[in-house]
């Protein structure tokens, strides 16, 4: 067996139980460390560089560790002829909010992330529960989204051939590995690949509501100031919050097995739909593919009021609102079950909880992860949840 199929093997086997697993002590273990690295914020970027430092954090008598300064940056950056072509092209307002001045990931502002995270959702534990799924419609739904992805996973080597080729420089799932890495994999070895996953669906429809027990990997993204212009030099900024990724190899890889995505999320959200039964009507681009952008300038053409709305913390908020069946395609840190990302279900999952926790939505929802741009007189019922009203949603997925 070559050495990136054994890796996959070795890792790929899903593990679940009947308890709560806690991987937040080990996390900040591992993130206990003043490391960390940056990168250019676009390929428009012709020379770049960046300076950072930490600042202290202590710790309370609890133990709860507290960042006392944050991260602080400065870049200076030379631009290509085509940068400035495209700035002097796009509205302000696209430029702002398309543009970062510096990505960065270290591990201090994990931890930070992490805790922001969960106290966001435990102070809305009670109301984001009141619109969850009910059991049942939490088991239709888990079933649809298992059934549907095992029918859709086949061997098929040109699919596997085009996936490895658009994620090239992409994690395999952790361990260091690339998709780069999967060239080697034998027809043999994906086939026997594959009846693993099938395996580990089995074993999700059996258990639905037991938890994830493989420990998941980690990156993240910092969220720096936007870009005011091209001036070139930026700084000494702040940066406060972070995105955490959580992925692993044993439910990030099932992609590579479908050939049809279109297919695949419109069968799921369809059936999804049919279970939860919204009061209004629901489209998205996982569901309309490029035509959603007519669907889009004939609502606005319509003269409909229109408002967009971004969830809040929603990696942690959507695992409670899919209810406790979900628990099988979530992973669980810090006792709150989150949709982390870059896994086969990311955005299958947040979709399905975003359509439930805005049912009571009359009019039309174009809705994707945790964007809701909505046609029509009704507000969400439910402040607690904590959308935003913001054109920034619609500027960024639909301009």
């Given at each position: 067996m070559t050495e990136t199929a054994s890796w996959i093997k070795r890792t790929g086997a899903l593990q679940l139980t009947a308890e709560k697993p806690e991987w937040l002590d080990d996390l900040n273990r591992v993130w206990d460390k003043e490391r960390g690295t940056t990168m250019p914020c676009s390929q428009l970027v012709d020379r770049y560089t960046a300076k950072y430092v930490y600042e202290p954090y202590f710790d309370m008598p609890d133990g709860t560790r507290v960042f006392e300064k944050r991260l602080r940056y400065s870049v200076d950056v030379v631009w290509s002829d085509g940068a400035k072509k495209l700035y002097k092209e796009l509205p302000r307002?696209?430029?702002?909010?398309?543009?970062?001045?510096?990505?960065?990931?270290?591990?201090?502002?994990?931890?930070?992330?992490?805790?922001?995270?969960?106290?966001?959702?435990?102070?809305?534990?009670?109301?984001?529960?009141?619109?969850?799924?009910?059991?049942?419609?939490?088991?239709?739904?888990?079933?649809?989204?298992?059934?549907?992805?095992?029918?859709?996973?086949?061997?098929?080597?040109?699919?596997?051939?085009?996936?490895?080729?658009?994620?090239?420089?992409?994690?395999?799932?952790?361990?260091?590995?690339?998709?780069?890495?999967?060239?080697?994999?034998?027809?043999?070895?994906?086939?026997?690949?594959?009846?693993?996953?099938?395996?580990?669906?089995?074993?999700?429809?059996?258990?639905?509501?037991?938890?994830?027990?493989?420990?998941?990997?980690?990156?993240?993204?910092?969220?720096?100031?936007?870009?005011?212009?091209?001036?070139?030099?930026?700084?000494?900024?702040?940066?406060?919050?972070?995105?955490?990724?959580?992925?692993?190899?044993?439910?990030?890889?099932?992609?590579?097995?479908?050939?049809?995505?279109?297919?695949?999320?419109?069968?799921?959200?369809?059936?999804?739909?049919?279970?939860?039964?919204?009061?209004?009507?629901?489209?998205?681009?996982?569901?309309?593919?490029?035509?959603?952008?007519?669907?889009?300038?004939?609502?606005?053409?319509?003269?409909?009021?229109?408002?967009?709305?971004?969830?809040?913390?929603?990696?942690?908020?959507?695992?409670?609102?899919?209810?406790?069946?979900?628990?099988?395609?979530?992973?669980t840190i810090g006792g709150i079950p989150q949709v982390a990302s870059g896994q086969t279900h990311t955005s299958m999952n947040d979709t399905i909880a975003n359509i439930q926790a805005g049912a009571s939505l009359t009019g039309l929802s174009i809705v994707i992860g945790d964007d809701r741009n909505h046609f029509g007189n009704a507000f969400l019922r439910d402040e607690s949840l904590k959308w935003t009203q913001t054109i920034q949603s619609i500027i960024m997925h639909w301009a």
């Open positions: 307002h696209q430029w702002n909010h398309r543009s970062r001045a510096v990505a960065m990931a270290c591990d201090p502002l994990r931890i930070k992330e992490m805790q922001q995270r969960l106290a966001g959702v435990k102070d809305r534990l009670r109301d984001l529960r009141e619109v969850a799924l009910s059991d049942r419609k939490s088991h239709e739904c888990v079933m649809i989204v298992l059934e549907e992805t095992r029918k859709q996973m086949k061997y098929d080597r040109d699919t596997i051939a085009r996936y490895i080729k658009d994620h090239i420089k992409s994690s395999l799932g952790g361990g260091g590995y690339k998709w780069r890495d999967a060239y080697e994999v034998q027809p043999d070895e994906w086939k026997d690949i594959l009846e693993q996953r099938f395996d580990n669906i089995e074993k999700q429809i059996k258990n639905p509501d037991w938890y994830i027990a493989n420990r998941p990997s980690a990156g993240e993204r910092a969220r720096s100031e936007g870009l005011a212009d091209l001036k070139g030099s930026y700084g000494p900024y702040t940066i406060e919050e972070a995105r955490i990724i959580l992925f692993g190899n044993h439910m990030s890889l099932d992609t590579v097995f479908i050939k049809d995505h279109v297919g695949w999320y419109s069968q799921v959200l369809t059936k999804c739909i049919d279970v939860i039964k919204p009061a209004g009507e629901i489209s998205s681009p996982l569901l309309r593919q490029g035509l959603i952008y007519q669907d889009l300038s004939d609502q606005f053409n319509s003269g409909l009021p229109f408002h967009a709305y971004d969830a809040k913390k929603w990696d942690a908020a959507a695992g409670i609102v899919l209810g406790k069946y979900f628990h099988c395609l979530l992973t």
